[in-house]
């Protein structure tokens, strides 16, 4: 048998090439190593907690706290009002949505620097480290939001403040906008770090400073003035409308909802087609 022959007789289950397409899923990658993403979530919600005393409780004590927290500093100390809901209730609203976006966008944004020894020695889609994130980011979204359901739950029934309405079903819409937002910027971000190294320093400062331009812990009503300028935020829309439709306060604007959907196709396509530039070689820079 010639060697031309042997060649053409083997059969590979992966070709490993660079990828020409400016931008690409590599849903097909994606797919054959599904067991690695599970394998990635699981990692990201057991280790976390594993050897801590009250382990994934943590996941409900954090927002109760920070709720706690921005109800003695904003309500009692600042005297800013939250549109005559129950405070504990506003502030669970907005700290149990912040929580996925801050903390999916922040893993995000390290993708590159803190995986660069795996990346390194052996191949899979590099897109899976990001995408584990967003999924298991929304797992403790999904226990935060149960303990948010049962306060809102209380004041419906008992208090009978809050009311709910139909805007409640876009619920998927606007976690799906805020997991593609954060994992669009979040790409273009740790594409960024592989070359400008100081940008990790910069990263939690910048997130938590964003947090007081998106109306987490106080209505936007209360910046009727500007309220033009805070709907430039592609995240106002998505609170504004998550309150409407759980608190019954707040706005829901198909306009502006439509603007964040925009921002958020054109980031995430950006963000993709950078990954996938700098994927090909920041082995050379981390």
Not at 177 to 192: H, Q
Not at 207 to 224: D, G, H, N, Q, R
Not at 257 to 282: D, S, W
């Amino acid at each position: 048998m010639t060697e031309r022959s042997a060649a053409e007789e083997q059969k590979w289950d992966l070709i490993i090439g660079e990828q020409g397409k400016f931008f690409s899923l590599n849903l097909r990658d994606i797919w054959r190593f599904r067991d690695l993403l599970v394998m990635f979530v699981k990692r990201d919600i057991v280790t976390v907690y594993k050897q801590t005393i009250l382990g994934p409780i943590w996941f409900v004590i954090q927002p109760i706290f920070t709720s706690l927290t921005y109800m003695i500093i904003f309500t009692r100390m600042a005297k800013i009002g939250t549109d005559e809901i129950s405070p504990i209730l506003f502030y669970l609203a907005g700290v149990t949505m912040w929580n996925y976006f801050s903390e999916t966008l922040n893993v995000t944004s390290k993708t590159f620097i803190e995986n660069a020894s795996i990346f390194g020695k052996v191949y899979f889609p590099r897109v899976i480290i990001p995408l584990s994130k967003i999924i298991s980011g929304l797992i403790k979204y999904l226990i935060q939001f149960a303990l948010f359901l049962i306060v809102l739950a209380y004041n419906f029934i008992v208090k009978g403040n809050v009311h709910p309405n139909a805007a409640v079903l876009l619920l998927p819409v606007l976690l799906l906008l805020m997991a593609f937002m954060s994992f669009g910027i979040g790409l273009i971000i740790t594409s960024m770090t592989t070359k400008y190294r100081d940008l990790t320093f910069l990263i939690t400062f910048g997130i938590s400073l964003f947090m007081y331009l998106t109306p987490v812990i106080y209505p936007a009503s209360k910046f009727a003035n500007y309220r033009y300028i805070l709907n430039l935020n592609p995240l106002t829309s998505i609170f504004e409308t998550f309150k409407y439709g759980f608190l019954g306060k707040g706005e829901f604007n198909i306009m502006w909802l439509g603007y964040t959907a925009l921002f958020t196709l054109v980031v995430t396509v950006y963000g993709m087609a950078v990954f996938n530039k700098i994927e090909k070689k920041f082995i050379d820079t981390v």
